[in-house]
């Protein structure tokens, strides 16, 4: 019984958490800004750009109480709502927090949903494109002119740490959850078979399809929520024979393969893959030199045997942040990136605690 259990919840866990919890038909409509025909590093344009996002709590008179959330791959702005609300680390009641929508996540302008620029005709990106979209609606729309903190897992921590680097003095505090500060070549390798998976299905038509993309999104639902994400313990514990591991990966499979355009995805996973916050303007590809000159205050929480972001990138970027703190979300039963995506209790309640033990020794 008790398996059975811990089986429904990680089978829930894994649809609503991990990647992307869907907007919900009664919640209010997130809000889109217009920036026109957006410039990115690589030098193409991405026309009639808008970027989504929405807002919890109240902005105070001088503008000092914001705080940004970033997302990750394949996610949107609800990715960090088990740290958003009232008594929780980004508690609403003290802080306006802005939950953004990076490019391509189907919100956010992106090849699904562009209609200047559709399908294999967008542009591809990369996560400093990403940060520097949310900098405009900061400093151009919002006015803010310095953020209490950005906050942001997996790739949203990817894009936190980008933002400590790109606009140093624009934030007090950094709080990166299961980041990178630089793309491994195993993290690659691993988005290029998920990618592979997708775009060997006939169905993928070489990015024009015009239907989902079933056989190779089942393929790439199974590979990354049911298997890449997690740790071999943590799935012995969940499916301790061989048919509950295929019955649930089904089950993942069945409920997530429809969560996300494919060409959505594959863009960003590019983006992922070439990430390196030493490629910042001015620092000639030193990952370290970009690390060192990090003036904000930064809290790094990693998932212990993470296999798409392995804790020995955040073990090594805390090292070289001056005075960054870092935290093992879960070293009792490592659980891997699962650690970062609002998946258990424990968790969530460690992540709380100490983010609001940080964010309470910054100035207000």
């Not at 609606?137 to 002119?145: M, N, P, Q, R, T």
């Not at 980008?162 to 195993?186: C, E, F, G, H, R």
């Not at 024979?241 to 089950?251: F, V």
Request: net charge neutral; charged share 20%.
């Amino acid at each position: 019984m008790y398996l059975a259990i811990m089986r429904g919840i990680a089978l829930a866990l894994a649809l609503s958490s991990l990647n992307v919890l869907a907007h919900k038909p009664n919640e209010s409509v997130h809000q889109l800004y217009s920036e026109g025909n957006f410039p990115l590093e690589n030098g193409a344009v991405i026309l009639d750009f808008n970027l989504s996002y929405t807002t919890q709590g109240t902005l105070n008179a001088d503008k000092s109480n914001a705080i940004l959330m970033v997302t990750a791959i394949g996610g949107n702005h609800h990715r960090i709502d088990y740290l958003i609300g009232p008594g929780k680390a980004l508690d609403t009641d003290k802080y306006f927090v802005i939950c953004t929508d990076a490019i391509g996540n189907g919100l956010s302008t992106s090849p699904s949903n562009s209609k200047s620029q559709p399908n294999i005709s967008f542009p591809e990106f990369n996560i400093r494109d990403m940060v520097n979209t949310q900098h405009r609606l900061i400093v151009d729309y919002f006015g803010i002119k310095k953020l209490v903190a950005v906050v942001g897992a997996s790739m949203g921590g990817m894009q936190a740490l980008q933002w400590a680097v790109s606009y140093p003095n624009d934030m007090q505090a950094v709080i990166p959850i299961i980041p990178l500060a630089k793309t491994s070549a195993w993290t690659t390798g691993v988005l290029e078979m998920l990618r592979q998976s997708i775009m060997t299905d006939p169905g993928y038509q070489g990015g024009k399809y015009d239907k989902p993309v079933e056989q190779g999104m089942r393929l790439w639902s199974g590979w990354l929520s049911g298997v890449i994400v997690r740790t071999p313990a943590y799935q012995d514990q969940l499916n301790p024979t061989p048919a509950a591991e295929i019955d649930y990966l089904k089950k993942v499979q069945d409920a997530g393969w429809r969560r996300m355009d494919a060409n959505d995805w594959i863009w960003q996973s590019r983006a992922y893959d070439r990430h390196d916050v030493g490629q910042t303007k001015g620092f000639d590809n030193n990952t370290a030199a970009a690390l060192k000159s990090i003036k904000a205050k930064t809290l790094i929480l990693a998932g212990t045997g993470d296999l798409l972001n392995p804790e020995s990138d955040a073990k090594s970027t805390a090292k070289l942040i001056p005075g960054a703190k870092y935290i093992a979300i879960n070293d009792r039963l490592p659980m891997g990136h699962l650690s970062g995506a609002g998946a258990t209790q424990a968790e969530n309640d460690l992540q709380n605690k100490a983010i609001k033990a940080f964010l309470a020794t910054l100035k207000h």
